[in-house]
T-cell receptor, first 122, second 109 residues
Framework: QLQLQESGPGLVKPSETLSLTCTVSGGSISNNMYYWAWIRQPPGKGLQWIGSIYYRGSTYYNPSLKSRVTISVDTSKSQFSLKLSSATAADAALYYCARHKIVGATGGIDYWGQGTLITVSS | DIQMTQSPSSLSASVGDRVTITCRASQSIYSYLNWYQQKPGKAPKLLIYAASSLQSGVPSRFSGSGSGTDFTLTISSLQPEDFATYYC???????????FGGGTKVEIK
């Protein structure tokens, strides 16, 4: 059974960089049928896609966050990571890592991590 | 950018009721539409993909329909465990963009 687990500091100071890592187990991060994504959910609000990465390193980002986001992958560790610079209170949210098909017609986001809560405060 | 609009934003229903949730896309997304269920404190769970295909393990009381810009999620007979928030998501331009609807909270009447 595939499992995804987010890790990283739960508290980030304003203007600093939020950094999270997702560790994939029970399956291969190098599966050529899937992208790996970061999705966030502010408390009491809806879901926002942050960006996705393929195991070979190609990335796509939400245009509203693109200037501050970097997603990278380390296949040797079966991990992918998120960096979000210049954090503000608006970035406080539950951050999920997840997996989705490379072709939208064949499936949705089928595996999710449990989520990690990020607070932005000095 | 494709915008996704769900309605209603919340509804109250009783166990056994038939429940319908609507999702509208700002442009045609053919059948590239997925539905998720999220319970408090949990990650979303994929219910329906490609507008009408039931994800493995999902009860058959859940069904999806629609194409183009208008889509529907139907729960044929609401069960106690179905009280949750439901989200639609377009996958037309996966992986370049994944967009969610605003969510529909299904509450106990």
């Amino acid at each position: 059974q595939l499992q995804l687990q987010e890790s990283g500091p739960g508290l980030v100071k304003p203007s600093e960089t939020l950094s999270l890592t997702c560790t994939v187990s029970g399956g291969s991060i190098s599966n050529n049928m899937y992208y790996w994504a970061w999705i966030r959910q502010p408390p009491g609000k809806g879901l926002q896609w942050i960006g996705s990465i393929y195991y070979r390193g190609s990335t796509y980002y939400n245009p509203s966050l693109k200037s501050r986001v970097t997603i990278s992958v380390d296949t040797s560790k079966s991990q992918f990571s998120l960096k979000l610079s210049s954090a503000t209170a608006a970035d406080a949210a539950l951050y999920y890592c997840a997996r989705h098909k490379i072709v939208g017609a064949t499936g949705g986001i089928d595996y999710w991590g449990q989520g990690t809560l990020i607070t932005v405060s000095s | 950018d494709i915008q996704m609009t769900q309605s209603p934003s919340s509804l109250s229903a009783s166990v056994g009721d038939r429940v319908t949730i609507t999702c509208r896309a700002s442009q045609s997304i053919y059948s590239y539409l997925n539905w998720y269920q999220q319970k408090p404190g949990k990650a979303p769970k994929l219910l329906i993909y490609a507008a009408s295909s039931l994800q493995s393990g999902v009860p058959s009381r859940f069904s999806g329909s629609g194409s183009g810009t208008d889509f529907t999620l139907t729960i044929s007979s609401l069960q106690p465990e179905d009280f949750a928030t439901y989200y639609c998501q377009q996958s037309y331009n996966t992986p370049r963009a994944l967009t969610f609807g605003g969510g529909t909270k299904v509450e106990i009447k």
